[in-house]
């Protein structure tokens, strides 16, 4: 299984500044013959289910505000959101889906300071 | 407008049985892979099982296999989660997901979600 470690755990971000989420895959997801990342992102809130935020490492998802942008290649990734607003606080995860079982990182936990 | 929706869920023994269903609507659901996530209270996201469009390919989580099985009834817009021989670390929020409009196979993102369902393992 492709193990996936989110850093750090728990972050605090005071409004309108730049908040960033990193994720560590135990292997490679970039498949070489389309040249893509197998890693999503997603956001959840309390009492909802997850949000699809990027999808191929740096795709937003369609409706997602621009804020939002996904980085990185082979094992290590970021979201980052440019101007945290209020109603970002939730739990993000990434997703690895380059092999079954279609891991997730441990989620972080993102408040406002 | 997508929608899944996710009913089944309750209380049952360990070692006991129930069978979850997830009603799609608003898209073309036979052209799908569709897949089970679940999550523990409290806990994180944990990848179940996925389903191809025809129903012949399955693929689950090992602590799963053996267990649980997906299927699908495309004329129904339904897919299925028969969750046999039940232990006490099943316990989670069970929900189905589709995979994402830009994929050609099962190794995809998961668009959209449904609410999901409790399952509660407990004697």
């Known amino acids: 299984d492709i193990v996936m470690t989110q850093s750090p755990d728990s972050l605090a971000v005071s409004l309108g500044e730049r908040a960033t989420i990193n994720c560590k895959t135990g292997?490679?997801?970039?498949?070489?013959?389309?040249?893509?990342?197998?890693l999503a992102w997603y956001q959840q809130k309390p009492g909802q289910p997850p949000k699809l935020l990027i999808y191929?490492?740096?795709t937003r998802e369609s409706g997602v505000p621009d804020r939002f942008s996904g980085s990185g290649s082979g094992t290590d990734f970021t979201l980052t959101i440019s101007s945290l607003q209020a109603e970002d606080v939730a739990v993000y995860y990434c997703q690895q889906y380059y092999n079954a079982p279609y891991t997730f990182g441990q989620g972080t936990q993102l408040e406002i300071k | 407008e997508v929608q899944l929706v996710e009913s089944g869920g309750g209380l049952v023994q360990p070692g006991g049985s129930l069978r979850l269903s997830c009603a799609a609507s608003?898209?073309?659901?036979?052209?799908?892979?569709m897949h089970w996530v679940r999550q523990a209270p409290g806990g994180g996201l944990m990848w179940v099982s996925r389903m191809n469009t025809d129903g012949r390919i399955t693929t689950y989580a090992d602590s799963v296999k053996g267990r649980f099985t997906i299927s699908r009834d495309n004329a129904k817009n339904t897919v299925y989660l028969q969750m046999n021989s039940l232990r006490v670390e099943d316990t989670a929020v069970y929900y189905c997901a589709r995979t994402g409009l830009h994929c050609t196979g099962g190794s995809c993102y998961l668009d959209y979600w449904g609410q999901g369902t409790l399952v509660t393992v407990s004697s």
């Open positions: 191929w490492a740096s």
């Open positions: 292997q490679s997801v970039l498949f070489s013959s389309n040249n893509k990342n197998y």
């Open positions: 608003g898209f073309a659901f036979s052209g799908y892979w």
